[in-house]
T-cell receptor
Framework: GENVEQHPSTLSVQEGDSAVIKCTYSDSASNYFPWYKQELGKRPQLIIDIRSNVGEKKDQRIAVTLNKTAKHFSLHITETQPEDSAVYFCAVSGGYNKLIFGAGTRLAVHP | NAGVTQTPKFQVLKTGQSMTLQCAQDMNHEYMSWYRQDPGMGLRLIHYSVGAGITDQGEVPNGYNVSRSTTEDFPLRLLSAAPSQTSVYFC?????????????FGSGTQLSVL
């Protein structure tokens, strides 16, 4: 089955710096790649997603890039703010919304 | 719209007890699913449903049963609770199963099995 690896597990940055989280996957048939943000004690919420026919997608300070050949995709957060502090999960699906999640990255943004 | 509603928020069980985690959505979503979240392991899919009367297994289905008698409700049953089932459980739904898209999560149920 699909295997998703996410790195790093923890990330600490200064406010205003950029943060990058990378995920690799194993199934070349996977075609949907969302990122979810989970604040402490809260539910996961979708922040951005990308499909296999697109190489990059941007939404304000957040961007996702996909390299299907290498089977990896990354989340980029620019000009980080303290409210970006949370756990971020990548996920992969090959259909039926059956998401396989990475283990998560705990991002801490220090003022 | 209440979105996805889960009850209870917290539950403590003894080994061997049974219980049902409730999940309801009021968005007329076709697709509903259950995930468990354990530290350092992300979220793992337990069971999912693409419509009333249709369910299937996810990554970690053992020890759990589901049914979907209506579009709105998707309960998760633990038949004989074990300490390994201590976890946070999330119900999630989306409008359609035909296209991968945004999942709406409930607020979660924190379950402890002693």
């Amino acid at each position: 089955g699909e295997n998703v690896e996410q790195h790093p597990s923890t990330l600490s940055v200064q406010e205003g710096d950029s943060a990058v989280i990378k995920c690799t996957y194993s199934d070349s048939a996977s075609n949907y790649f969302p990122w979810y943000k989970q604040e402490l004690g809260k539910r996961p919420q979708l922040i951005i997603d990308i499909r296999s026919n697109v190489g990059e997608k941007k939404d304000q300070r957040i961007a996702v890039t996909l390299n299907k050949t290498a089977k990896h995709f990354s989340l980029h957060i620019t000009e980080t703010q303290p409210e970006d502090s949370a756990v971020y999960f990548c996920a992969v699906s090959g259909g039926y919304n059956k998401l396989i999640f990475g283990a998560g990255t705990r991002l801490a943004v220090h003022p | 719209n209440a979105g996805v509603t889960q009850t209870p928020k917290f539950q403590v069980l003894k080994t061997g007890q049974s219980m049902t985690l409730q999940c309801a959505q009021d968005m007329n979503h076709e697709y509903m699913s259950w995930y468990r979240q354990d530290p350092g392991m992300g979220l793992r899919l337990i069971h999912y449903s693409v419509g009333a009367g249709i369910t299937d297994q996810g990554e970690v289905p053992n020890g759990y049963n589901v049914s979907r008698s209506t579009t709105e409700d998707f309960p998760l049953r633990l038949l004989s609770a074990a300490p390994s089932q201590t976890s946070v459980y999330f119900c999630a739904s989306s409008y359609s199963w035909r296209r991968d898209e945004k999942l709406f999560f409930g607020s979660g149920t924190q379950l402890s099995v002693l």
